[in-house]
């Protein structure tokens, strides 16, 4: 059975950090886009990062470049993102989310998600 399980969140003031999780288990994923995308209360859930997962190659929303870092470490079938300098506007419930197909990790239909974490920033 395919699992991804993500940590890592929490509460922090503005211009903090946090390091998100997702472990991956049940298949390999080696061949599959892995990504972030986050739903804040009454908005809709959006694309935050992306990765190829053996590949390396990244991908990330304007709103979050260069303040957040997506990784994976493949000997432990674990993605990453640090969450550098974060805003209260980054206040949401984060996704780990995987599927074959870029695309459908970027408008947030892939196959395989996690159940999500909570980050809050406070002003």
């Known amino acids: 059975q395919v699992q991804l399980v993500e940590s890592g969140g929490g509460l922090v003031q503005a211009g903090g950090s946090l390091r998100l999780s997702c472990a991956a288990s049940g298949r390999t994923f080696s061949n599959y886009y892995m990504g972030w995308l986050r739903q804040a209360p009454g908005k809709e859930r959006e694309f935050v990062a992306g990765?190829?997962?053996?590949?390396?190659?990244?991908y990330y929303a304007d709103s979050v470049k260069g303040r957040f870092t997506i990784s994976r470490d493949n000997a432990k079938n674990t993605m990453y993102l640090q969450m550098n300098s974060l805003k209260p506007e980054d206040t949401a419930v984060y996704y780990c989310a995987a599927d074959q197909r870029l695309q459908r990790v970027l408008v947030g239909t892939a196959g395989y998600w996690g159940q999500g974490t909570q980050v809050t920033v406070s002003s």
């Open positions: 990765i190829l997962y053996s590949g390396g190659s990244t």
